[in-house]
């Protein structure tokens, strides 16, 4: 809106204020979400990721696990996120090796450095970690063949703690952020790890932790990066740890409300003279008559006038408590079906469409992220070591993985669904055994097997004839219904 000075400026010349109107109407800006009015200031604006890291990425990961140990339905998220990601172990095929197979299953039980767990218990442990702290390291630990491994090779998972984070600046000749080491084209070439956890409560060798220099071939480091140049990973529910602290207040509050309505309180009031019954003291003040037993009576003085407490109910607590639920489940990236096991206002078509971008969210999070960060490099890792031991004649890399099946939603039409996709040469035997967890080779292989036992022992011929019966029937009652 042009002022007193536009509209003189106008009157006395006119090319002038047409200039300054539009140089004023370039000032105004064309997106609101850029408005300053509202007094909004991000903190660190510009800053890479590699700063905010920096920044704040040790107080987030301290709460996240914090939730994690307080909070039921963070901590069944985290659970149930990587039960669907990794399952019961995401395991590599090799196409062409079957010697590489046959060590890797007569190595997986001794894989753990720390001898508790399976190749599989690996996987699992570190993609837990991974989610709640935001980055996990595993330590690659050649052997011995002395060692009495089928594969001279085991892993050890280390969290995100063992990484001496203060070391930053030019350091050995490296450029190092955050305990990491990059060449000079930005490749990472090493890791700067404690020689024990720095929140050990027992300090071994009577000093304090160092971090020594370790290349970057001796160590996975898994995370999920979601910037450009990202060179350290943030916890799962970062951006929910928020108002999941906000809501644990809340709740907090509303458990101490609920207490208070539970219990009966009573207000005594009346002429002071007759409340005192002869008492020497002073009753001209506020004072507690005592408690009063459940099912018990008590005597009042005469004149007392009593007013019986009733705190009313503040309704609305359930349905903001599962607003906040679901946003938390959103911002976390599962279900809210998943986190609370709630599962009472689900019907089948919502619960199978968000089961479905659920899947696509973990499908792109398996195969651009767990994969070939985490899952191929063990797998390289252990071939190398085969190769180096002499189990294999060449290191192979050419690994088809099969990742844990999805459950039909709905398994009579699903399933009818893959064999009409198949039929109409939409998709392969193949490659529906493997979207289910299957390795086909293996399967046709057990069905091959499986049906000449039955002919050798000649039931194939009343099974099928027993299936044709059936489909009769079904035929049959299907033309009366219609």
Request: charge should be neutral; hydrophobic fraction near 40%; proline fraction near 5%.
């Amino acid at each position: 809106m042009a002022n007193l000075l536009d509209r003189i400026i106008g009157v006395i010349s006119p090319d002038r204020g047409l200039r300054r109107h539009r140089s004023r109407e370039l000032l105004k800006r064309a997106y609101e979400g850029a408005s300053t009015r509202d007094g909004w200031r991000p903190k660190r604006a510009g800053a890479s990721a590699n700063a905010d890291h920096a920044a704040d990425a040790r107080t987030l990961r301290v709460r996240a696990r914090s939730l994690e140990q307080n909070v039921p339905y963070i901590a069944q998220g985290l659970r149930a996120h990587s039960a669907n990601i990794i399952g019961t172990g995401i395991i590599p095929r090799w196409k062409d090796s079957k010697e590489h197979a046959l060590a890797w299953q007569e190595w997986a039980p001794f894989a753990d450095a720390d001898g508790r767990l399976d190749v599989y218990g690996l996987m699992l442990l570190a993609h837990q970690t991974a989610q709640r702290d935001g980055e996990v390291l595993l330590r690659v630990r050649n052997r011995r063949p002395t060692d009495g491994l089928p594969v001279p090779i085991q892993f050890q998972v280390l969290e995100i703690d063992w990484l001496d984070d203060s070391r930053m600046g030019r350091i050995d000749g490296y450029n190092v952020i955050e305990g990491i080491a990059y060449s000079a084209i930005g490749k990472v070439v090493g890791y700067y790890l404690f020689d024990q956890h720095p929140g050990e409560p027992i300090i071994f060798g009577g000093r304090r932790a160092t971090s020594k220099f370790v290349p970057a071939e001796s160590v996975i480091h898994y995370f999920a990066p979601s910037r450009p140049g990202q060179g350290r990973g943030f916890p799962r529910v970062a951006p929910v740890i928020a108002r999941t602290r906000d809501l644990m207040l809340y709740e907090d509050a509303e458990q101490h409300r609920k207490n208070l309505e539970t219990r009966l309180a009573v207000i005594g009031s009346g002429d002071v003279d007759g409340m005192a019954e002869g008492e020497g003291e002073n009753i001209n003040e506020t004072r507690s008559m005592g408690e009063l037993p459940s099912g018990g009576m008590m005597q009042v003085p005469s004149g007392t006038n009593l007013t019986v407490v009733q705190p009313n109910a503040a309704p609305g607590y359930v349905e903001y408590l599962k607003m906040q639920l679901h946003l938390i489940a959103a911002g976390a990236g599962w279900t809210y079906e998943m986190m609370t096991g709630d599962v009472r206002e689900v019907s089948f078509t919502s619960a199978r469409i968000r089961r479905l971008d659920y899947r696509r969210e973990a499908e792109q999070e398996q195969w651009l992220h767990v994969i070939p960060q985490l899952i191929g490099s063990m797998v390289r890792a252990f071939s190398n070591a085969c190769e180096l031991a002499g189990r294999v004649k060449k290191a192979d890399y050419n690994v088809r993985y099969a990742t844990p099946k999805w459950e039909y939603t709905n398994p009579k039409d699903d399933v009818a669904s893959d064999l009409d996709e198949i039929a109409g040469g939409l998709s392969s035997y193949s490659e529906k055994l493997r979207s289910r967890g299957y390795e086909p080779d293996e399967v046709f292989a057990e069905l091959a097997e499986d049906i000449g036992k039955l002919r050798e022992l000649g039931i194939m011929d009343v099974i099928m004839m027993m299936r044709k019966g059936k489909q009769m029937a079904e035929e049959g009652a299907a033309t009366k219904t219609g």
